[in-house]
């Protein structure tokens, strides 16, 4: 060691010595600048640093996150399309009302936190009861809107229900059922989802739902109607469903073996599907029940139906909405066994008298000309839709009506209507049985009339022979017994004078009919001879 410093360690102070390589000492003003700007530089710099680090750790973070979210999307895709089977049932479609029923029984919008309330419809039972009293229950139903999905328990799987469909307009159901009803907007739908491997869970599932449908409607016939092409927007056919409390076939009054012989036909016909495929003939039955207004005809369909655990599906071919390409449609979606019903068929082919002797009740002004309703439906399209073009086998076809001259051989011919029965007006042995109907000897004394000694029997036949043999149709009778509920002996008293007053009134109309058709300028003769009406001269 140098000796200057031993020295200087000596005296306990430490002068800088200055390295060669060293610059020399700035100005004083000089130093202090540049030790500002370093400082600040450095501040920047290593604030700089940090700032970027951590954006991108930031970047890094949020990508992983990202990365994490989409996996666990995609694996929660890849699950939810693997591991779970969902199904759409549309309104409008007979599935739709098992499905309805189902939800409603498994009580599946309990959570709901959204209702409409309404008064209490006998028909509606998709609702809530949000209180336990009687009284509440009577009078206020809250029907839910349905918006959330919800989740359920079937069977030990998790089902997940949801459904969409606007709701006309406003956003509230109408109606017995959660869809839009006649008041527009898109079919409603509710989609199933099943949340297992096993595919045929499903299947369970709805056919739990078919199951429990029939069950409840066990009473009932349950009759679906086709009220309008655009009630539920294209594809809907079926938008409106009855139920009616199922009719013994011993309350309709014909003559002995009619009805039997059409239920065994019927229920033949149902049993021997592979007869049918055997003998290469297609597996499906018509039938037309002709004859004056009010003798059964209808009644004897519903009551078969009943009898037979059939579903009807009715339509009128008097509808605007009805064309051929909806009756193609329609008649398709019946499923089958079910009852396919054409009410007074010959409407869709209106003779020309009928815009001289109208009979859909419009009353005529003196001189007025109203155009018969005609239908949009052709008769080659109803052919098809009988010979089953398109449709599935295994269908009863019913149809009715007053005027079978009407009707085109083409449509009479066997494969197409296979069975005609005809009704007629009631006969003295039709009469004493309705009679009977009203006031059975169960209910009534051995003496309904205590005066003569006798009993109903003989009431009853006193009522036919009170009643002219094939004038009256038997709802004409009915509606003359209605008021006399419980007078069976007022009844068969009074029934002579109700003939004759009736006749009477017969008479006047055709009086005024007759009159009318006198008073209306006739222009021409029809091609069937008969005269016809100023502004028909096309026809
Ligand atoms: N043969 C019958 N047996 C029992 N009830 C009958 C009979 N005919 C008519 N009725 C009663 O009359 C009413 C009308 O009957 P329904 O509608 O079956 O007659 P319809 O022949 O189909 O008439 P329309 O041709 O006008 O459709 C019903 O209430 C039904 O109970």
Redesign the pocket.
Known sequence: MPLHSLLDQIRGRTTPRLRPEQPPPKAPGHVASSLGLSSIGSTFSQLSQSYIGSSIKLLLLGSLIETGRRAFCWLIDRFGVRYSTTVRFTQGDPSYEWIVLFLTQENVWRRSREFVVSASNSRRKWAVRASSDATVKANAEYVPTYKTPQLFRWRGYWVEVKRSGNVGGGDVDVGPYPYPGPYGGEAGSIYITVYTLDMNVLSDLVEDARLRYLEVNRPNVVIHLSDSQNHYGPGQTWTTVKHKIRRPLS????PPGVIDTLVQDAQEFLNTENWYIEAGIPHRRGYLLH?P????????IYALAGALNLEIYSLSLASHAVDDSFLQRAASSIPKHGLLLI?DIDCAFASRDDDIYPNHGIPHLPGAHIPAPRSKVTLSGLLNVIDGVGSEEGKLFFA?T?HIDRLDAALLRPGRIDRKVA?GLTTPA?AHALFLRFFPVARFPVFADPEKATGVDALAAAFAAGVPEELF???EL?GFLQGYKTRPVEAAHGVSAWVEAELAERRERERRKEERRRRTPMVGVGLDGLPLPEGNKNV
């Open positions: 309350s309709i009054i014909l004859g207004p009010g003798t059964g005809k209808t009644s004897t009410e009715t007053n009704y039709q149709s038997t709802a009915q």
